[in-house]
């Protein structure tokens, strides 16, 4: 039975702006769980009801939707992704579905034929595991770069790993960046090589900014207006991207000072179509120098927010760079690579205390995980005067079980990704064993009943930016072969929308904005296609957003 209509301001009511009636409404909300009917203000939400209630808040210039029944749900928020790398994807080789090497190195052949001779061709997505055969010859599954600097000797190349915890190159980009078997190892990183010690082109963790660093060295050749014009349709690409998949939050896991500046450029033109959250990345001494003066929460009407660091403590189970305790079950002379030190991390940590900022850090292995609780639970010590700082770790696929209740304990808010675990289950038992995995790989329920709130997300362009797929990778946790992994870990559905929209808002002090359809709230609504609360599972991932709504404005209709 519906409850009945909660309602802000006088009566008879000021007429609203925006009404959505007759469709079914799932607030996120326990006083009111589910309405008809909803009328926003400007970019607030006035009353939530019944469609009887909500008619005395039609006037003769309200815009009013008939929603024929389709559900709405709090508007979406993507809890980690990286915001600049969408837009970028939507302007390089898609590698994600390619079936082997061969096909990747068609594209870059394909590719080189289009391009001006010196000009580089990027692309990402390409997972070694993924694909139907392993290439010969290899070094643990990664080819080598021959055949893809024959299709392409006049253009570097610059493959990102779907994990973006690695690269592969071609021979003209090592030559750019003077990388040769005589190069060392950066630390942190690993550049790997064949029995000869000739690099193969797979470069591992922070050896990537080698090259890197080449192609930002030929990109700034470029004029200032060429930079700002790609980097505004980046912009412009990943605002479009997310809108049509109903996100309309997008939590960024790290920009640099410089990309902020952008951002905050684009968001007082009006141009930043979707509430972007922004984790600061850069270095302890830069961050020191400059974060005074970037703080900002709300700008542009809750647009933009600048409150979080952001650290990687190491790489991605898929490139063997995640850190571990024990060594990778398919690499015994490995246990994965710390990318930052835990002591550069404690610094880290001191200088968001200082700030008044949230702590935002990538780990996946269960080692460092654990160092990063450690860092966390001596710097909450160390300032038992602050309270509510909900400190994160970003990813937190792999832990030890005596670290789980720990997340509970100390507060620390887990953003996962539940995609990762359908996506990356194929090679997890490989990597880990089937003990460590079912211990501590994407235990959702456990973190939970230890009291931990999960938020949710894609890491795009890791993965593509589908809340559909991934809710049902939450609720099913099946993979493409139908088998379902570590069942007794998926969400129910209920659990499922909330850790992606209410517990989004809280991972980033948000809640009291967003992330549910309240009276007062932002007027953020996503309206889809089919009801995912009831729906059969399978029905899931063909959902799609039929309307998406920021501040009470229609951002992005779909096309019949």
């Not at 929603?67 to 837009?87: C, D, K, T």
Request: hydrophobic residues 40%; proline residues 4%; glycine residues 8%.
């Amino acid at each position: 039975m519906l409850s009945a209509v909660v309602v802000a301001g006088q009566n008879p009511p000021t007429p609203a702006t925006l009404v959505l009636r007759n469709g079914k409404i799932v607030t996120v909300d326990a006083a009111i769980p589910e309405a008809q009917a909803i009328a926003i203000r400007g970019d607030r939400i006035v009353a939530v009801g019944t469609n009887q209630a909500i008619q005395a808040f039609v006037g003769s210039a309200t815009q009013v939707i008939d929603l024929r029944g389709q559900l709405a749900i709090p508007g979406l928020v993507e809890s980690h992704g990286h915001f600049m790398g969408l837009g970028q994807s939507k302007l390089t080789l898609d590698l994600m579905d390619v079936k082997d090497w061969d096909e990747i190195v068609a594209m870059v052949a394909a590719a080189a034929t289009q391009a001006k001779p010196g000009e580089w061709i990027l692309g990402r997505g390409w997972h070694q595991e993924k694909w139907a055969s392993t290439p010969k010859p290899n070094v643990e599954g990664f080819p080598f770069h021959d055949a893809l600097s024959k299709v392409s000797p006049n253009n570097p190349v610059m493959l990102t790993h779907a994990s973006g915890h690695a690269t592969f190159v071609n021979a003209k980009a090592m030559e750019a960046a003077n990388l040769t078997r005589t190069t060392v190892n950066p630390s942190g990183g690993e550049i790997l090589k064949d029995a000869t010690g000739r690099p193969i082109g797979l470069l591992r963790e922070t050896a990537s900014g080698i090259v890197g660093r080449a192609y930002e060295q030929w990109r700034s050749a470029k004029t200032a207006a060429e930079r700002d014009g790609d980097a505004r349709r980046q912009v412009q690409l990943a605002v479009q991207a997310s809108l049509e998949k109903g996100v309309t939050s997008f939590q960024d896991a790290g920009s640099s000072f410089s990309t902020i500046d952008l951002l905050k450029q684009v968001a007082s033109e009006g141009g930043l179509g979707i509430r972007l959250w922004v984790m600061v990345r850069d270095s302890n001494d830069n961050l020191r120098a400059k974060l005074a003066q970037y703080r900002a929460v709300g700008l542009n009407d809750h647009h933009l927010t600048i409150a979080a660091i952001k650290v990687v403590a190491d790489g991605a189970l898929g490139s063997r760079g995640a850190w571990l305790l024990e060594p990778y079950s398919d690499s015994p002379a490995s246990v994965g690579l710390p990318t930052n030190s835990p002591e550069s991390i404690a610094q880290t940590s001191q200088i968001a205390l200082e700030h008044d900022l949230q702590l935002c850090v990538h780990a996946i292995g269960d080692r460092a995980n654990r160092e990063v609780l450690n860092v966390y639970e001596r710097a909450f010590k160390s300032r038992p005067d602050q309270k509510d700082l909900r400190w994160r770790i970003e990813h937190a696929q792999h832990i030890s079980a005596a670290d789980i209740p720990r997340f509970g304990r100390l507060g620390v808010i887990p953003v996962m990704q539940a995609i990762h675990a359908t996506s990356d289950a194929p090679y997890v038992l490989a990597r880990l064993g089937h003990r460590r995995a079912e211990e501590g790989a994407y235990v959702w329920q456990k973190l939970m009943q230890s009291g931990a709130i999960i938020a949710n997300g894609t890491d795009v362009p890791v993965e593509r930016i589908d809340p559909m797929a991934n809710f049902h990778a939450t609720i099913t946790r099946k993979t493409l072969d139908g088998s379902v992994f570590f069942g007794d870990q998926k969400m129910s559905r209920a659990e499922a929308l909330k850790s992606y929209t209410w517990n989004g808002a809280f991972a980033a002090k948000e809640e009291t904005l967003k992330g549910s359809l309240v009276v007062g709230k932002l007027a953020d609504i996503t309206v889809l296609s089919k009801d995912i609360m009831t729906v059969a599972e399978d029905e899931i991932p063909s959902t799609q957003a039929v309307y998406t709504i920021v501040g009470g404005k229609i951002a992005y209709r779909r096309q019949p």
